[in-house]
């Protein structure tokens, strides 16, 4: 039997949905992108969206257009993909490295505060695994301190904070639309924002800074999404809700059969809606095997699991010198512990009794 820790779920009307892009012959970015970014911005909730080519490319162009550069520093979690960092990097600014809440993942406010200095000019946020992080804290210390409020929901298309849709929280969303992700539309990403001029802005820059037939106004890049991109994104965006009640199901599902196997199991903070990108547990000592041996075993019986990350940010190699002094022991203590298990909506019933069988049978 075969369980897989990630399944993209492509159908019928993706299939289709990409065909008639391709009869159509307008393959590249035109009317079906500007579809999925009108739709995207209903669904979130926020005035406008402007689709690109990946996750990293939204984060990167939404501080480029914020203004962020060189002599700026701006707060991550060190806990992360590497992307949360490096888009900083990309726009000449300094990734200074937050902890992390060691039951939700997500990043610590108290930590945020430590580190503003007179350089700082904004936060990046991630809804890490698919919980959003603690917006109200956060906006709090950045409208104190006059900083950009950055959500990075690469990982939680349709999560809520308070009954709001993430993306539509700080000043600006940036999401990715990567395969494994609660939607895809193969490679790409969104930027939501409430700020006109910000969006129009935006759209500026992923065009080679275009304002008008080759006439370029601004630095600029090529971040635009296809037709072909957007198509799939429209059919996914349809069934999105649909494949979030399965993850919350599947992974309520796991909360209840793995209790008691000495595995943590994700916690939950009040008044969010967790989408479950990933089910992380945390591998203790309170588990008979070490995660390799664990990792091991669910292989050579079939079942996927990976570890996201198993190293911070500020001990990246690439990191590692300009991080300095940071010090990050709850992301550090993570990065050994985790393990993400299947999850996606693919999953059967019969699939996750197998899971949560096998995981038993070392107890």
């Known amino acids: ?33 500007t579809e999925f970014e009108e739709r995207f911005a209903e669904y979130c909730g926020t005035g406008h969206a402007v689709a690109v080519n990946s996750g990293t490319a939204a984060l990167h162009v939404a501080l480029f257009a914020a203004g962020v550069g060189p002599g700026d520093e701006v707060i991550v979690p060190s806990f992360s993909f590497i992307a949360t960092a490096t888009c900083v990097s990309m726009s000449g600014a300094v990734p200074v490295f937050a902890d992390v809440d060691g039951r939700t993942f997500n990043i610590d406010p108290d930590t945020v505060a430590d580190l503003i200095t007179p350089r700082t000019a904004a936060v990046i946020g991630v809804h890490l695994f698919g919980q959003p992080f603690d917006a109200g804290a956060l906006q709090e210390i950045c409208e104190e301190h006059g900083l950009l409020l950055i959500e990075d929901a690469a990982q939680a298309h349709g999560a809520e904070y308070r009954g709001r849709k993430t993306g539509s929280i700080g000043d600006l969303g940036c999401f990715s639309f990567y395969p494994t992700k609660n939607m895809t539309t193969g490679e790409g990403g969104m930027i939501t924002t409430d700020d006109a001029s910000a969006a129009e802005k935006i759209r500026r820059i992923i065009n080679h800074g275009r304002s008008g037939q080759y006439l370029h106004t601004t630095f600029g890049y090529n971040y635009r999404m296809t037709n072909i991109g957007a198509a799939i994104g429209l059919a996914q965006l349809g069934k999105l809700d649909a494949f979030n009640e399965t993850r919350i199901r599947n992974a309520h599902y796991l909360d209840g059969h793995l209790a008691g196997t000495g595995l943590v199991t994700p916690f939950r903070a009040e008044g ?29 019986h079939g079942i996927g699991s990976a570890v996201h990350y198993p190293l911070p940010i500020h001990r990246q190699p690439i990191y590692q010198a300009a991080a300095g002094d940071a010090v990050c022991p709850v992301s550090t203590l993570l990065s050994g512990e985790v ?12 699939d996750l009794e197998y899971l949560c069988t096998t995981v038993k049978e070392v107890v």
């Open 272 to 300: 969010v809606k967790h989408v479950y990108h990933q089910y992380v547990v945390r591998v203790t000592d309170e588990f008979p095997l070490a995660r390799p041996a664990l990792m091991d075993y669910l292989e050579e």
């Open 339 to 350: 393990l993400s298990l299947p999850v996606h909506p693919s999953l059967t019933r019969r």
């Open 1 to 33: 039997m075969e369980v897989p820790v990630a399944r993209p779920a492509i159908g019928q009307e993706e299939i289709e949905a990409v065909t008639r892009v391709m009869e159509s012959g307008m393959l590249a970015s035109g009317a079906v992108v």
